[in-house]
């Protein structure tokens, strides 16, 4: 099993790639994500919900939780 004290004991570098990268990764998702929910939106309902998906957007993102699509 492998040492279960990393964090303390790590490198920095080592660390900021081991949990930096994925959070990246995830982030540009759900930026994609808000892009094209933002295109079947105004699509589908127009401005005002364009506006509400831009304004629920970060508080998704501070939150973490990621917003279901109805």
């Known amino acids: 099993m492998e040492n279960s004290n990393y964090l303390g004991t790590e490198k ?3 660390l900021l790639q081991k949990f930096a990268i994925p959070c990246i990764c995830s982030l540009i998702i759900s930026c994609l994500y808000n892009i094209v929910d933002q295109i079947f939106v ?11 998906t831009g304004v629920i957007f970060p508080i998704t993102v501070v939150g973490g939780v990621k917003p279901v699509l109805w």
Do not use: D, E, M, R
């Not at 105004?42 to 509400?52: F, H």
């Open 12 to 14: 920095v570098g080592k």
């Open 42 to 52: 105004g699509n589908g309902v127009g401005y005002l919900g364009n506006a509400a």
